[in-house]
């Protein structure tokens, strides 16, 4: 792939509980995106990040957050996981998103029990 | 509110028959994006759409955009059995903006059949 890996790729967790999933890079790209995939919905961002600690809010992004210290690492936090945030995760990277698109992440696949 | 409209959101093909995937959509962006996803897997780039009047072509798929109409067109000639997946169409959702940031349909999942 391009040099984009999310972690974990699979994860459990219980109602009410916190849980952070990380997305790296190392192509250097300026953008970042977190969107959450259901079916019926297609692909919904959640965050974006437009350099480091510069973030902004998508279109679903009640009870998320996320932060971005280092150019390569994106952070998106479930601060208090609920059964409606049970998704499939992915992360996207840009560099000139107007003439080279987005590559996207494997996926992280989040079940909230 | 932006949408981005596909149709039709299932299409069962025979192998050897050509068809048309519809991507509408309600802003002014002139930059159009079609993703391929198999089952379970993340989201392949099949073409990045510019401008208006635009058309590329990869082997048995043509995507094209109208910028006027706000449609885009993915076209499957002659299709196999490996062209089953889901198809994305995504647009720009920030207007004439640089940070860009993607709104997706809903995808179609097309399925060939022999």
């Known amino acids: 792939d391009a040099g984009i890996t999310q972690s974990p790729r699979h994860k459990v967790t219980e109602t009410g509980t916190p849980v952070t999933l990380r997305c790296h890079q190392t192509?250097?790209?300026?953008?970042m995106y977190w969107y959450r995939q259901d079916p019926g919905h297609g692909l919904r961002l959640i965050h974006y990040?437009?350099?480091?600690?510069?973030?902004d809010k998508g279109e679903v992004s009640d009870g998320y957050s996320v932060s971005r210290s280092k150019t390569e690492d994106f952070l998106l936090t479930l601060e208090s996981a609920t059964s409606s945030q049970t998704s499939v995760y992915f992360c996207?990277?840009?560099?000139?998103?107007?003439?080279?698109?987005?590559?996207f992440g494997s996926g992280t696949r989040l079940t909230v029990v | 509110e932006l949408k981005v409209e596909q149709n039709p959101l299932f299409l069962s093909m025979q192998e050897g028959k050509n068809y048309t995937i519809y991507c509408n959509y309600s802003t002014t962006s002139d930059r159009l994006y079609w993703y391929r996803q198999d089952p379970g897997k993340s989201l392949e780039s099949l073409f990045v759409?510019?401008?208006?009047?635009a058309v590329k072509q990869e082997g048995r798929l043509m995507a094209s955009l109208d910028t006027k109409a706000r449609l885009s067109t993915l076209h499957i000639t002659a299709a196999v059995h490996d062209l089953s997946a889901t198809y994305f169409c995504?647009?720009?959702?920030?207007?004439?903006?640089?940070?860009?940031?993607?709104?997706f349909g809903k995808g179609t999942k097309l399925s060939v059949k022999p």
């Open positions: 759409l510019l401008s208006n009047g």
């Open positions: 192509e250097n790209h300026r953008y």
């Open positions: 996207a990277i840009s560099e000139i998103p107007e003439n080279y698109g987005y590559t």
């Open positions: 990040s437009y350099g480091v600690k510069d973030t």
């Open positions: 995504a647009v720009d959702g920030r207007e004439g903006g640089s940070q860009g940031n993607l709104i």
